[in-house]
């Protein structure tokens, strides 16, 4: 079945889209933008010897604190973003009555219920401080076919995000037996336990029932998303030159343009498709990632990859795209742009702060997390 084979090929196209790599730190010099990045103190957050670097999902919990989910011991630990100091610890378990099973994001509401979600049984998972299960919900479409119309799959820039009684999950359009339901968005009420699919994909993906298979199983099809300040959220088609804004309460969709200034072409979906194939398209062409909403200064940030000219397909190390992000005001015109500095990011692992935007990136020691920090700035502003 064409879903089952494009799951199968997440893992291939995973090791391109967690890392990139700047040349330069260049800025765009468009009159038209006229705010650009500077690159603060970095972001670290001291782990101990049970805490991996490698991290695919985190939370921002408040003003100060950040969480995210560590794999080696199965646990979600919580950090002080001022300071960088451990600061709590909810322990899952991986046997027993409390037994959680492929574990891929959550949400936390209080110290004593964080919402966990299991990839492999669909399953939402309501867990308590101690890691104990309070409540399960198994994730339905309400459709006819008793697959999903969306496949969630939260990372940090997929996240899960509470919207009153509903939780806002993310992923990649499915199949069912009758064919493609087109869709990123996954809207489930906690209160009647249905589920509500949106967010079909724009025009330039072509036609629906061939997302899959011209648009590879993970780099274009997975949506960065972030919810802005009036309930709305903001998606970031990873092909797409525009925004998406949908409003949760009204379910009304409008887009706005957002164009990286040196883009030059559209997006192209795969000639064929082969991992190869995926691959080079991945590679050859500009690629949206990551969209983030800044609360302390009215901006969004967007991430774009931007297209490698010499690679060599068999020399990981020649792969690493170079990394900009674009600034938007609430009404989201892109005023700002920034190529950051030469580095190995993990770009989809990114949150704001009230020091700025940050950004993972590789740390040469295991003993800390470390993120790149980018504070807007007026061009020609001097402190």
């Known amino acids: 079945m064409q879903t089952v084979n494009s799951l199968s090929m997440v893992l291939l196209c995973a ?10 730190g260049k800025q765009d010099s ?7 990045m500077t690159v603060s103190a970095d972001k670290s957050f001291l782990l101990d010897a049970s805490i991996s670097q490698e991290i695919n999902y985190l939370q921002v919990v408040n003003d100060d604190t950040v969480a995210f989910f560590n794999q080696p011991d199965y646990s979600i630990r919580y950090f002080r973003i001022s300071d960088g100091h451990e600061v709590g610890k909810t322990q899952l378990y991986r ?11 959550f949400c936390y509401v209080s110290p004593d219920s964080v919402w966990v979600y299991e990839y492999w049984e669909s399953h939402l998972v309501c867990v308590n401080a101690r890691g104990e299960i309070a409540e399960t919900r198994k994730v339905k479409d309400g459709l006819s076919s008793p697959l999903y119309g969306v496949f969630p799959f939260p990372m940090t820039d997929t996240p899960i995000l509470r919207w009153g009684n ?5 992923g990649m359009d499915g199949l069912t037996g009758e064919g493609q339901l087109p869709g990123c968005t996954q809207i489930y009420d906690l209160a009647d336990g249905t589920t509500t699919c949106a967010n079909g994909y724009p025009s330039v993906y072509g036609d629906p029932d061939k997302n899959a298979k011209n648009w590879g199983a993970f780099s274009f099809r997975q949506v960065p998303y972030t919810m802005g300040p009036e309930e709305e959220l903001v998606l970031s088609y990873p092909a797409d030159d525009s925004v998406r804004i949908f409003r949760l309460s009204t379910g009304q969709t409008r887009s706005s343009p957002a164009r990286y200034s040196k883009k030059t072409a559209a997006c192209q979906p795969m000639t064929s498709p082969s991992v190869q194939a995926d691959t080079e398209q991945y590679l050859d062409q500009y690629l949206y990632a990551g969209i983030v ?7 969004y940030y967007r991430l774009v990859l931007l297209p490698l000219e010499d690679y060599d397909l068999n020399d990981a190390k020649t792969q690493q795209k170079q990394l900009a992000v674009m600034i938007l005001d609430e009404s989201f015109r892109v005023v700002g742009e920034f190529e950051l500095p030469k580095d190995t990011y993990k770009y989809r692992n990114l949150f704001v702060s009230r020091e700025g935007l940050h950004v993972n990136a590789l740390s040469e020691d295991d003993d800390f997390l470390r993120f790149v920090t980018l504070v807007p700035e007026k061009r020609g502003f001097t402190k």
């Open 95 to 105: 046997e027993g009555p409390h037994a959680l099973r492929g574990v891929q994001g």
């Open 166 to 170: 509903r939780l806002i999950l993310q």
């Open 30 to 36: 468009s009159s038209t933008r006229d705010w650009t």
């Open 293 to 299: 909403y800044d609360k302390y200064r009215h901006f």
């Open 15 to 24: 090791v391109l889209l967690l890392a990139s790599c700047s040349s330069s």
